[in-house]
């Protein structure tokens, strides 16, 4: 298939036709946030999915991601350049697993956060993004016990915040579990003036050296207001791109991982590109399908999520 000259331009064409609006997530290529109508966190990327008037969202980020723009969209064609762009935390946790793991609780309330597939919304109370689960779980009666899923960094920290004792469902983020600790302290040694902000899906021995900790627009607001000029950013190194648009006379250092591989890139969001945002605008594919059933179940616990973050 040809390929034109300028993508940049073959987009935005098509974007008319489609009457299509792009929503990216932070760790996107730099070149692809570039392109988006609407670049945010889990958060703002599906309150804008809520709000949109498009006819067509081409969703620049993972899977679970324009998956949920499709529960919140049924009627809306759902794009993703790359059905593969997955997610380690999503898989960690497989729907039939953690069915029995639910059925072994039955009193719990069950807390998921939005990284997750469907199926697990779908056995979800309440979903939550990293911007908005200590305020969750705060809302809660004291006396309701709970589940948190599928990330346990993210629920210790969650449990820290509110003095909650939460059942953890044991899963992860290989980007952020990755990140040195002796590293980031020998950063921290050669740059002490720079703040070190980080996102709560990484490990506790990394998370215990932040200044800051937030969701990616949690980080990116935070450096905006503060009067420091430097900082070390512990997650995915994608949302350096607006942190050095917005204060370009900002340093931004990311944070190393343990061993010499670019695995502060999430290897899931990079596989999106500037080509296969245009081959899929212009295919009409890939797009999201969803089972109706598990849509509506998945929709149930998302609605409340959007309630209780007004
Ligand atoms: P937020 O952008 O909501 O902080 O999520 C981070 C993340 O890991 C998304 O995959
Ligand atoms: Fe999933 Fe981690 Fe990649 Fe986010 S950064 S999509 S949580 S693997």
């Not at 703040?195 to 990616?216: K, M, Q």
Request: glycine share 4%; with cysteine.
């Amino acid at each position: 298939e040809a390929i034109p000259q300028d993508l940049f331009a073959a987009i935005a064409d098509l974007k008319k036709e489609l009457n299509a609006v792009i929503l990216a997530h932070y760790y996107q290529d730099p070149d692809l946030q570039d392109i988006a109508d609407y670049i945010g966190d889990s958060l703002g990327l599906s309150q804008a999915a809520v709000n949109c008037q498009a006819d067509v969202i081409v969703f620049l980020g993972v899977h679970f991601m324009a998956e949920t723009a499709k529960i919140l969209n049924p009627n809306k064609l759902v794009l993703l350049p790359d059905l593969d762009a997955g997610c380690s935390l999503a898989d960690s946790c497989p729907p039939d697993r953690f069915a029995a793991f639910k059925a072994e609780h039955p009193n719990h309330l069950v807390i998921s956060y939005i990284n997750c597939s469907a199926e697990i919304k779908a056995l979800s109370d309440i979903i939550c993004t990293s911007s908005n689960a200590v305020a969750i779980v705060n809302q809660i009666p004291k006396e309701q016990p709970i589940i948190f899923a599928p990330d346990r960094n993210l629920g210790r920290y969650v449990s820290e915040q509110t003095g909650r004792e939460l059942l953890l469902w044991d899963g992860a983020c290989m980007v952020h579990e990755i990140f040195s600790e002796r590293k980031l302290v020998e950063l921290k040694l050669s740059h002490p003036q720079a703040d070190i902000i980080a996102h709560p899906e990484c490990e506790a021995n990394v998370l215990r050296h932040a200044d800051f900790i937030g969701s990616t627009t949690g980080l990116l607001k935070y450096v905006q207001k503060s009067d420091r000029e430097e900082f070390i950013v512990v997650t995915e190194s994608g949302v350096i791109h607006q942190m050095q648009k917005a204060t370009p006379f900002k340093k931004f250092i990311p944070a190393p991982p343990t061993s010499n591989c670019a695995c502060n890139e999430c290897p899931y969001m990079r596989l999106n590109t500037l080509e296969k945002v245009y081959l899929t605008m212009k295919n009409r594919s890939p797009e999201i399908i969803l089972d109706e059933t598990i849509r509506q179940a998945a929709l149930k616990p998302m609605q409340r999520m959007l309630e209780m973050s007004i």
